[in-house]
């Protein structure tokens, strides 16, 4: 019989698909005060993660696709908080 449950990996790849999700809790630490840049900085994956990231898909390069699906999402949580944020700002100065 299958096992109903998924495991861990499969709960993060399906957390993947919903970019919103996090970057509404971003945008709602946004509203409470914390620092937009900082918020982006937190979002984004650093360059020395990135440099890390290509020396074990060196090693391992099965690891690529899941790590650049992971790189895809965050560069999407991003751009879905930008648009949150320069909604804000509009909305701030319409009134």
Not at 12 to 37: I, T
Not at 78 to 91: Q, W
Request: charged share 30%; with cysteine.
């Amino acid at each position: 019989m299958p096992n109903p449950m998924p495991g861990p990996t499969e709960d993060a790849l399906q957390d993947l698909e919903f970019p919103q999700r996090e970057a509404a809790f971003f945008y709602g630490l946004f509203l409470r005060g914390h620092s937009a840049d900082e918020l982006r900085r937190d979002i984004e994956v650093p360059s020395a993660v990135l440099r890390k990231w290509d020396r074990e898909t060196e090693r391992e390069p099965q690891l690529r696709p899941r790590l650049e699906r992971m790189l895809r999402y965050r560069q999407h949580v991003l751009a879905i908080f930008e648009n949150l944020i320069c909604h804000d700002s509009a909305t701030q100065r319409l009134q």
